[in-house]
């Protein structure tokens, strides 16, 4: 069956430089979910995504936004890159005729900041 | 404190063993509860959804009493596969966020 798809899989960038994370939902999911994993720590909720609008929010910093698109995909921009954002970034998607809380989980994005 | 309670670990079992993991919860507004399964460096992977009434797939009994705000998971005749961090995972009323504990390490040895 397919999975949520997250590109890339391994980023390294400098501090202060941008990076873009996509995220392409299961098929027929209509919901996204952004996730951040630090070394060590447990996923901490960013933001979500319900029919390309914005449905709930975590602690996103500033520097970062997100949008999702017509295709349901999804990108997080994350700007003015720190040494602490390095983590695992997680996208996870639902659908509402499932378990609508059933989230899935993509394989992440590891973000290094050098 | 953390809104989703667990004994860190590490728990070493011998393989056939039962283990059984506690999670307490602190908003009473939690609507849904999960447990999730997380190996190395890789993504939550769903358990199991767990229900008032408890639950049972195969191995795995997942029990929650809302009163007391705790959720439990039973691993009966643990396999070497069943090696991994345990998540418990609650999902607040009127949220779509899930609220993930800091996990159980599980390791089963031969």
């Known amino acids: 069956a397919a999975g949520v798809i997250q590109s890339p899989r391994h980023l390294i960038k400098e501090k202060r430089e941008t990076a873009t994370l996509k995220c392409y939902p299961i098929p027929r999911h209509d919901t996204v979910y952004w996730y951040q994993q630090g070394p060590g720590q447990d996923p901490q909720f960013l933001i979500s995504f319900y029919e390309k609008m914005q449905s709930d929010k975590g602690s996103i910093p500033d520097r970062f936004s997100a949008q999702q698109f017509s295709d349901y995909h999804s990108e997080l921009n994350m700007s003015s890159l720190e040494l602490g954002d390095s983590a695992l970034y997680f996208c996870a998607s639902s659908n509402p005729w499932g378990s609508p809380d059933t989230q899935y989980f993509g394989p992440g994005t590891r973000l290094t900041v050098l | 404190r953390k809104e989703v309670e667990q004994d860190p670990g590490p728990f070493n079992v011998p393989e056939g063993a039962t283990v059984a993991f506690n999670c307490t919860y602190s908003n009473s507004a939690s609507q849904s509860f999960f447990w999730y399964r997380q190996d190395c460096r890789k993504e939550p992977k769903l358990l199991m959804s767990v229900y008032s009434s408890g639950n049972e797939d195969g191995r795995f009994t997942a029990q929650l009493n809302r009163a007391s705000q705790y959720i439990s998971l039973l691993i009966r005749d643990s396999k070497l596969s069943d090696s991994a961090t345990y998540l418990c995972?609650?999902?607040?009323?009127?949220?779509?966020?899930?609220?993930f504990g800091s996990g159980t390490r599980l390791q089963v040895q031969p």
């Open positions: 995972v609650v999902r607040d009323t009127g949220r779509r966020a899930l609220t």
